[in-house]
Structures are given as structure tokens and as C-alpha cells.
């Protein structure tokens, strides 16, 4: 989240896009209610009515797999409203704030000029040799200067800027295209763009409210890069009530997520290494973010110093200026090559991986077209699972249909501890640490995963240094010394990092050094666990993330500072600075977050959350002061941004199975997938039915611990497809009647729930229907039954392969 | 000591049905839930809905109820929750025949399980359908059951000083608790800013409903839209039972009494005689 979960009490007007907060974020919603009882609007865009839909104010149905389209559609009808009505939006913050102003590169050519796709593609429209399937995206970067500055043009009008193109992309998304492709009826359409628009005036703020339906994609990023436009055009970034924020569906996958979770980044969201990175300074050079603008602080120039303290608290003594700081024990990945889960399972089937670990895990249920995965585990010579359930993965050789004698992999089951269970800290979605302790002993055997994590790396410590192997000083020369059993604090002050020479805590990322004086296990986290004399006060001194102190913030604005603690460095609301105007004065004088300050100090300062870029305002010092958004090298927001694998700016695709062809242009879906099973693509003849996936608020992800649970097996004892009357009444099917919903990958039995909350969409005039499955069953547990994912795909984003469990097509009977 | 009241809010219930869960844990009503060792001694199965458990039960004293309404192309999805309204004007007290049902200090109904003799009679006797009988099969012995409004013996959390176990646990705070009077007015306010914000069907039941439940409900629609009875009465044959038959019972039982007393008196006077 760029905000935090208290923080939507503060909104005007919240929109859930993409997720279910009612259902999956039961505690959560809470936060909702206030902000309604405060007079906010709730909006619920979602293919069916649901949980959350039932206490908005506005609901709109999509076509799930459209939401480019429909947000696209937003932020046509925001371009035109800013045209008619410019005074009911912040022209200085989308003028000064994001790069609408930013010429880019005299041969960019958008959508609308290539029938849906962007300079600089290697292939032809609906390309399929997959080697061609990417860009060249020379085109798509800024005019600069003499100086390398990037040149901007702050009337907006030319040909070339970023907002002249937003307008040229997004003029083709008008609400006849938002109806024929997302099925929404204009009226509700409408309601929703003028509900959420309102958010756009001076001292309004509107939150975006998402999950797993917009990521679970093939253009799941670009969704998001589409949330951020919208926000960015309505000056909702970085202000109270506003931000984009994460429903995160795990306690602590927040604090998974920091800690390098993915395949392509380290701790702290620094770039994983390569075979090309043949020293730390050719890594540095291909990672660090260069600008030459002299007002733009490029926070990220500071990843030579992140680096060498992240090197200095993996391998301590051993990380020397001589060696590189051990630059060189670091396994690397191959250049170019994806680690992501689809990969990862295509690799496992194709024999390539021999052995795995399912730390809190259970891919058999929650895994991507789960007969290819339940397969591919059987490659495997040997499996290790943890959980505190027998699961689905661990009796993988024993599922139904399989006889165990075929399975030769070997599978070892660590029996885990529950939260209660363990003391350590869990990152929730508003990016707080916060710190639990253990409340029971856990049963049995069961350890918590710090211990198995220490054991498992001390003994493969002992068996490299006695018998060697491939890179065996990646684990010999580790600076593990966390004890035996390990102790958690020592941990969380690796995190925080520390003074290799006095071996005092270090109080914030600012003082980290790349010379080796410093290590510091995740950058971000920097701060959370300094010395006792610096957090007295702290049920753990020290221990900022084990604060519980309820006093308010200065202009009290819900942020609670003494509460847990926040990355990075204790701040509240990412972007903070944008929450200001040129003076330094807030946009919306009723909840601000800072404000600047004359008389403080010498020069002046910051009063209110931990100022996002310690420089004084625009206005007030042009030459101190620095653009508003420290994390980008141009220092300001992207409307338009390179990165993207599949386009600077989110462009409509439909599915990669699609019930239609695309009404945007001729390019099909998105044209940079990885597409890995052309033969299982299912096609509208065959499979006409849109299905997607998603949860109840009854059951919990894979299933282990919910499904193992009396009390939520009674509430919702099987698993269902939702469907409408209509489709119900083609089909023959009544209400409770078993079906068998069939994709290319396989087919489920499932109970029938039809309802009038499901509607088919009337796409100009074309009716197509849609399904929703619940995905948290398998065969292992109390309560059981078919797996959802045994009918979804396995093809994933173009940025970062997230698959797409959300949007596919199967056909419905009566079993 | 002043009456309580639950103030249940249906414009910020999203039926997440913790409620049903926690009553379940709170009061250890387990036993109909299967698990690997009993086996699936209850046929849980979907049946096409949200709602599970199928109905209140001995062992499911509230359950949440899923209404969906559309009209003019505008779906709504209306939750409400089924458990006892704790009546002052209560059905089921009036039909008790030995007192095993009684008004507490609270205000709500509370029962002595030790005294109840399973004969049934608050079941047709409550308008909203919610006390349940378990009998044993082998003994034949019965026991009435119902929300005890967390009063349970050994599992009281209101003399405690705490909140019922579904309050504590309402995740978007659909869920009050206090002094009834308080309630009352919390539920007004409520009713007040929903209306002005064009809520127009808004109401707060219960208020006077059998002289006043200690449960109330905020509705956004009339009690009929979900399915609550809209005008609630005890039916006439309790009231029958109690305030005619049963005194006239008593009174009839009385005299039997009296006369048989009367008779042994005359019969051992003469006993005597024969002795002498």
C-alpha cells in the first residue's frame, strides 16, 4: 500500500477494483464502514455482485480480464472533464508532479497509430514465433538535452509530451468501447467515472482498493500502471485518503515481498544478480538508476552503499574492499532467464529441477493448471513441505487417480508452528513491522521456521566446508550466527543493520555506507531495531516495530507514528510530498499529512509524517529543493513509463482465452506473454464461457488451515461455481445441482449457485457469460473437493508472470 | 441492574458470519460439526448457497440469513441475523410450563437447563421460530436450546462485565452492546443519518416490537424485505395457555390438592375413630 489500512477512513470516495474486500479483508473492511459513516461513496466494480458490492454506493459489472479497458475508460473521461472543466482538478500537480510535461522520442508511435501495438516491437500483429514477442524500446525514452536533462514542455500542448499522448492513446476509449468490451452498461459506467472523478478536485482525495483480480493477468501490471495514471490525473497520489493500496491476501506477504520473495530481486527490492554482473561494479552499473537533472534526487544513486551493507551482514568478516566484498561467492541467475513459478514448474516438468522446498506452501491446490503441476512434482527426487497441515502437495503421490508406486520422489514433511506459536515480526499491508510474541508452545514436533531455516543452513554449512561442492563459499563463508536454537532478535538487528566497526545499531538507511563500515541486512527495514537508548520506551527498547503507543500524529490524521513501525523509515503515506503544493502548504487542509514549516530549525522544515525527500519546497528554495517522487530517477510520477515489458502505457489486451476478439484494435492479447502451451489455449467454439477464480471469506488461500477447521467446513462445507439464472436456464441447471465445468486443461465437478448477482454481459448487444469458482479445495484435509485450478491456464503476465488465474474459458453441463 | 440490548446493524453487516463461528467456539456448541474421529455426522454439504448451517439447531443458536432482492435493474443483497430477539413480551417464557425459562436480571431470557423438562412448548410459542429441542433417543430425555445471550452457566460473559461473544468478534462493526436505553438511541441515530443520506426504508426494529427485544435491528427496508416478521405477536394459544389455562390449571391442580388433602385429613379423623 501506498498509504495504510486507517487511512481510508480519510476518503472521499473508495473504489475496490479488482478485489472483494468484504469477503477476503473481513477485518479490514472495517476501515471501509468508517470512512462511510464519515460520508464517503464506496465504489465495487466486479464481474458479479458481491460481499463488498452489496454495501456500495455504486456498482458496475466488467467482463472479467477487461480492466485496462474500463480503466482506460476512466481516464479518457477524466482527460476530457480536465479539458471542459479544468478547475475541478489539480493542474499544478499533474503539471509539476508527474511527467505529463516530459517530450519523449520523436519516433514513439502508440496504439493508435499501429493498431494496438507500439513502436519499436519485433514482431507482426498477433505474433507467435516467441523470440519476436518483446520490444526495442529505443523510442519509447525522453528527448533530453545537451545535459542529458530531460526536456519538458509545461503548456501540455506538444505533439510530443507525455499528456498529448495519454490523450491521443486513450481517445479510442470511449464508453460504447467500455460497453462492447466490458459488458458494464453505460449508465453504471458513467456513475462510476463521475463518482470517482469528484476525488480529482483540490482537497478531495479517492483510494483504489485492489487484489489478486487485477494482478492474476496476462496484463495484471499493466492494470496497476492504469490505477496509477488514473490517480495521478486526479492528484490522489501521495495525500491522505488516496494512494493505490494492496489488499494483501497473507498476514505477512507484505513483509515476504520486502524480504526478496521473487525471483528478480535481493532484500530491499535491489536487482538480483547475473552471470553478467561478473563484478559489483558492472552490477552497479547495470542497476543503478542514473539522471542528470540537478533536481531530481534519484534516491536509488544509493544503491552502492544498499548493496555493500547487504553484502557485509551475508558474509561479515569474509566481505572484504579486497575481495569486493564477497561479490563473488553470490550465486547469479542467467541473464535474460525467468525463475518465476510457471517457469519454475516448466522446468520440473521438463526434468530440469530435482529437488524442492514448499516453505508455507501448497502448490498442488494453489498452483496454475494443477494436473501440469501435480505432474511435475513427481520429477522431483526429493520434496520438502512445511505446513501445519498434512497438504495436497505433501500426498501429491497418493492423489486421486495416481498409484504411489509410479511416484519415486522422496518426500519429507517439517511440521510447522502457527503465528501464536513464535515470536518474530509480520509486515501487514500498510507496510507496518509489527512485533508478536509467542502466545503457545506449539504441538508435537512442530518448530517455527526460523529454527528449521537454522538448522538446515548449519548442517549444509558443516557438509560444504567438510565435503566441498559447486560454489561452496556461497554457504561456507555466511556470516550465520544467529545461535542454536536461533534467537529472532539477532535477526531483526541484522535487518536493521548495524556499525561493523562499534557494532551499534544504525538509526537509518541515510547512514549506511558502501565502503564496508556498515551492513545492513534490508535497506528499507533500516531504522525498525536501533539502539535501546534511542527507543527507551518500547515494550522491547529498541524494538520500534514492538511499539503499541496510540498517541496521535501532529495534525492528527489517523497515521499513529508510535504505532509498530513503518518503512521506509517509519513513514506512513509513500509520496508524502506530493501532498503539498509548491509551498509546501497541503492540498487538502482537513487531513494533511505534512507541511512545511519556517521556523523550524535554522532554514525551515517538515511538520507532520516522515517527509518523503527531506528538501524544502519548490517555492521556497528552488535550488535545495527536489522533485516530489525521490524514487524515480526523473523525480517525478510516471504517466508514461519505460520499464513496462508490454508498453509505456497500459494498453487493452483482451485474455490470452478470450470469449471476443479484441473491439480496441487487431493485436489479439498481450503481444510480449510468455505463451509456454499453445495446444492448451482454449477457444470460444469449444469453451464459451468466461470463468475466473476467487475465495470466500470462510476459507483461507490453499485451503490447509480453514479446510482442517470444523467450524468453517460447517459454513461452507464444498466448493461452487457461481453462475446466472440465464445461464442456468440454457443449461438445464437448478440451483444446488452438481456441474462439470471443463477447460482444455481438465474438468470439475462443482455445486451449482445460481443467482440473480451474476448477470451475462451484454457486450453492444452480444451476450457472453461468465462462471466464478472457488479455488480452496483439494483432496487432502477434513473437508474436500475439486480444485479450481485444475482448469486454469498456465501462462502468466509479461512483466512478472503472475498467472492468469482470473479470466479463462471453459464450458458449463449439468454432471 | 438496567436492561441490555444487542444493536445488530444490516447497512453494516457483510454477513462475513464470524458471529456464527465464535457463538460456536464461546458456547462449545461443537458436536454436530464433523471431524476425522466422529466422522460427518451432519450432512454438510452446499446447497446452492452462503448459508450454512441449513437452520438454527440446538448446537447453532445464530445463523445469518442471505435475501437477494432486485427491483428496477438494481440487485441488493440483504443480510440479517436469526437468533432469539430476547422479547420483554416473551412467548417462550409465557409458555413454560415449570419456569425453566425466565427473564434475567439483563432483561433477556436466559434457561435452566437442570429444570427443563423438553416438553416443547416455547417452540410454537416464539414468533421468530428460534428455540430448538435435542432429545435422546435411548433416555427419551429432551432439552430446549437457544442463544442464552451469553449467559450460559460457567460461560457467562455478561455478569463478567464483557460483550456477547458475536459482538466481541463483528469484524466491520455491525455489532453494538450496552444499556438497552443507550442502544435504543445509537439505533435512532443511525436511522436518522441513513435516511439522510436517502435511505428512505431505514428502521430501527425492535424498539417496541413485543414491548421492547434486546436485540435491535437497523434495517435499510421494511423487516419484511428480510424476512422478519413485520408486526411480531405471541400466538394466541400461548397466551391462552398461560394467562387462561395455566391459572385455571393451578387453580384446578390447587383445589385437586386441597380436596385430596381434605379427603386424607377426613379419612385419617376417621382412621382414628375406627381406632379408638
Known amino acids: 500500500m501506498t498509504n495504510h489500512w486507517g487511512d481510508i477512513a480519510n476518503s472521499d470516495v473508495v473504489m475496490a477494483l479488482g478485489g472483494n474486500p468484504a469477503e477476503n479483508h473481513p477485518a479490514a473492511f472495517g476501515h471501509i464502514t468508517i470512512a462511510k459513516e464519515r460520508g464517503a461513496k464506496l465504489i465495487s466494480v466486479d464481474p458479479r455482485f458481491t460481499r463488498t458490492s452489496s454495501k456500495a454506493d455504486v456498482y458496475a459489472p466488467i467482463r472479467s480480464g477487461t480492466d485496462v479497458a474500463f480503466v482506460g475508460g476512466m481516464i479518457k473521461y477524466v482527460l476530457d472533464d480536465i479539458e471542459a472543466n479544468p478547475s475541478n482538478y489539480n493542474m499544478v500537480y499533474i503539471t509539476e508532479y508527474t511527467n505529463a510535461s516530459y517530450l519523449v522520442n520523436t519516433g514513439f508511435k502508440g496504439p493508435a497509430e499501429l493498431e494496438g501495438l507500439f513502436s519499436g516491437y519485433a514482431g507482426g500483429l498477433n505474433e507467435t514465433d516467441g523470440t519476436k514477442r518483446k520490444y526495442d524500446k529505443a523510442t519509447w525514452a525522453y528527448q533530453v538535452d545537451d545535459k542529458s536533462i530531460p526536456k519538458k514542455d509545461k503548456t501540455l500542448q506538444d505533439a510530443n509530451c507525455v499528456f498529448q499522448i495519454l490523450k491521443r492513446q486513450y481517445a479510442r476509449y470511449t464508453v460504447d468501447k467500455v460497453n462492447a468490451i466490458c459488458g458494464t452498461p453505460r449508465d453504471a459506467f458513467l456513475e462510476v467515472c463521475k463518482t470517482f472523478a469528484a476525488s480529482g478536485k483540490t482537497g478531495k482525495a479517492g483510494v483504489i482498493l485492489y487484489a489478486m483480480g487485477t494482478t492474476q493477468h496476462t496484463n495484471g501490471a499493466e492494470n496497476i500502471r492504469a490505477y496509477s495514471i488514473l490517480q495521478l490525473l486526479l492528484a490522489n497520489m501521495g495525500v491522505a485518503g488516496g494512494g493505490i493500496d494492496a489488499m494483501r491476501g497473507e498476514s505477512n506477504v507484505q513483509g515476504s515481498t520486502d524480504f526478496g520473495l521473487l525471483f528478480d530481486s535481493i532484500p530491499g527490492y535491489l536487482g538480483m544478480f547475473t552471470d553478467a554482473d561478473t563484478s559489483r561494479q558492472k552490477y552497479l552499473d547495470r542497476v543503478t538508476p542514473k539522471n542528470n537533472d540537478p533536481t531530481s534526487a534519484n534516491w536509488l544513486q544509493n544503491y552502492p552503499k544498499y548493496i555493500t551493507s547487504l553484502l557485509k551482514a551475508w558474509y561479515g568478516d569474509a566481505a572484504t574492499k579486497d575481495n569486493d566484498f564477497g561479490f563473488h561467492y553470490l550465486p547469479k541467475i542467467e541473464t535474460g532467464k525467468n525463475y518465476s513459478w510457471i517457469s519454475l514448474f516448466e522446468a520440473m516438468a521438463a526434468g530440469k529441477i530435482k529437488g524442492m522446498m514448499a516453505w508455507g506452501q501448497n502448490p498442488a491446490v494453489g498452483g496454475p493448471s494443477s494436473n501440469t503441476e501435480r505432474q511435475a512434482l513427481a520429477n522431483l527426487d526429493w520434496l520438502v513441505a512445511s505446513d501445519l497441515w498434512m497438504t495436497e502437495t505433501m500426498e501429491f503421490w497418493k492423489r486421486p487417480g495416481v498409484n504411489p508406486a509410479d511416484i519415486k520422489t522422496e518426500v519429507f514433511v517439517l511440521p510447522a508452528r502457527a503465528s501464536f506459536e513464535k515470536e518474530g515480526s509480520v509486515t501487514n499491508s500498510s507496510r507496518w513491522m509489527q512485533w508478536r510474541y509467542k502466545a503457545a508452545e506449539g504441538p508435537g514436533e512442530a518448530e517455527d521456521d526460523l529454527w528449521m531455516i537454522n538448522k538446515i543452513m548449519l548442517r549444509l554449512r558443516e557438509l560444504y566446508a ?311 479445495w483439494g483432496y487432502s484435509g477434513l473437508s474436500t473437493g475439486d480444485s479450481a485450478n485444475i482448469l486454469t491456464p498456465h501462462i502468466g503476465d509479461a512483466n512478472t508472470m503472475i498467472p492468469e488465474y482470473k479470466a479463462f474459458l471453459v464450458d458449463v453441463k449439468k454432471a | 441492574m438496567a436492561e441490555k440490548a444487542i444493536l445488530y446493524d444490516a447497512s453494516k453487516c457483510t454477513a462475513c458470519r464470524g458471529c456464527q463461528v465464535i457463538c460456536k467456539q464461546w458456547n462449545g456448541n461443537d458436536e454436530i460439526i464433523p471431524s476425522p474421529s466422529s466422522g460427518d455426522r451432519v450432512a454438510v454439504k452446499s446447497r446452492g448457497t452462503y448459508e450454512n448451517p441449513p437452520d438454527l439447531a440446538p448446537d447453532t443458536w445464530i445463523k445469518m440469513k442471505f435475501t437477494e432482492a432486485e427491483s428496477s435493474g438494481k440487485m441488493r443483497w440483504l443480510f440479517t441475523r436469526r437468533s432469539c430477539m430476547h422479547c420483554t413480551d416473551a412467548g417462550c417464557v409465557r409458555a413454560c410450563p415449570n419456569g425453566t425459562l425466565y427473564h434475567n436480571e439483563f432483561g433477556t431470557v436466559s434457561y435452566n437447563k437442570d429444570t427443563c423438562i423438553g416438553c416443547g412448548y416455547c417452540i410454537p410459542a416464539c414468533p421468530f421460530d428460534v428455540p430448538r429441542l435435542k432429545g435422546n433417543r435411548i433416555t427419551g430425555i429432551a432439552k430446549a436450546d437457544k442463544c442464552t445471550f451469553c449467559t450460559t452457566q460457567g460461560l457467562d460473559r455478561i455478569v463478567e462485565g464483557m460483550e456477547p461473544a458475536c459482538v466481541k468478534t463483528c469484524p466491520p462493526g455491525a455489532l453494538a452492546y450496552g444499556e438497552r436505553e443507550a442502544m435504543v438511541v445509537l439505533g435512532r441515530q443511525r436511522v436518522d443519518l441513513l435516511k439522510s443520506r436517502g435511505v428512505g426504508g431505514a428502521n430501527l426494529y425492535g424498539e417496541n416490537e413485543l414491548n421492547g427485544l434486546h436485540v435491535l435491528y437497523v434495517l435499510e427496508d421494511s423487516p419484511g424485505a428480510y424476512g422478519l416478521p413485520v408486526n411480531p405477536r405471541v400466538p394466541g394459544a400461548t397466551i391462552a395457555w398461560k394467562d387462561v389455562i395455566q391459572p385455571v390449571g393451578w387453580a384446578v391442580g390447587g383445589l385437586t390438592i386441597l380436596g385430596l388433602g381434605m379427603n386424607w385429613l377426613v379419612a385419617r379423623a376417621n382412621a382414628k375413630k375406627e381406632e379408638k
Not at chain 1, 538507511?509 to 537508548?533: H, I, M, Q, R
Not at chain 1, 442456468?728 to 474438468?747: P, Q
Open chain 1, 466 to 776: 567438510k565435503d566441498g561442492g559447486p560454489n561452496a563459499e556461497a554457504i561456507t563463508k555466511t556470516n550465520w550466527n544467529y545461535g542454536d536454537p536461533p534467537d529472532v532478535h539477532k535477526v531483526a538487528k541484522e535487518i536493521n543493520g548495524y556499525d561493523t566497526t562499534t557494532g551499534k545499531q544504525i538509526d537509518g538507511f541515510a547512514n549506511l555506507k558502501d565502503d564496508g563500515t556498515t551492513a545492513c541486512g534490508e535497506w528499507v527495514y533500516c531504522g525498525s531495531y536501533v539502539e535501546p537508548d534511542k527507543e527507551p520506551n518500547a515494550p522491547v527498547p529498541g524494538n520500534r516495530a514492538s511499539r503499541r503507543d496510540l498517541a496521535p500524529d501532529a495534525f492528527n490524521t489517523g497515521l499513529y507514528p508510535k504505532w509498530a513501525w513503518s518503512w521506509p523509515v517509519n513513514r506512513r503515506i509513500i509520496y508524502n510530498r506530493a501532498s503539498v503544493d509548491l509551498n509546501g502548504e497541503p492540498w487538502d487542509k482537513e487531513h494533511p499529512v505534512i507541511k512545511w514549516n519556517p521556523t523550524k530549525g535554522e532554514t525551515g522544515g517538515w511538520d507532520g509524517d516522515v517527509v518523503d525527500g527531506n528538501y524544502p519546497p519548490i517555492a521556497v528554495d528552488p535550488v535545495k529543493s527536489r522533485y516530489p517522487f525521490i524514487m524515480t530517477s526523473e523525480g517525478v510520477a510516471r504517466l508514461f513509463a519505460q520499464g513496462m515489458a508490454d508498453g509505456p502505457m497500459p494498453e487493452f489486451y483482451e485474455p490470452w482465452e478470450c470469449p471476443v476478439s479484441n473491439q480496441m484494435s487487431s493485436q489479439t492479447s498481450n503481444p510480449v506473454a510468455k505463451v509456454w502451451r499453445p495446444d492448451e489455449q482454449g477457444k470460444p467454439d469449444k469453451y464459451p464461457i468466461v470463468a475466473t477464480t476467487y475465495r470466500v471469506c470462510e476459507h483461507w488461500q490453499a485451503g490447509q488451515m480453514t479446510r482442517n477447521m470444523p467450524w468453517l467446513v460447517e459454513l461452507m462445507p464444498e466448493p461452487f461455481v457461481e453462475m446466472s439464472n440465464e445461464l442456468a436456464a440454457e443449461k438445464g441447471i437448478a440451483n444446488g445441482d452438481k456441474v462439470t465445468i471443463e477447460s482444455t486443461r481438465g474438468k470439475v465437478t462443482m455445486v451449482a449457485m445460481v443467482t440473480g448477482r451474476f448477470k451475462p454481459f451484454q457486450m453492444n448487444g452480444r451476450r457472453v457469460h461468465e462462471v466464478g469458482l472457488l479455488w480452496h
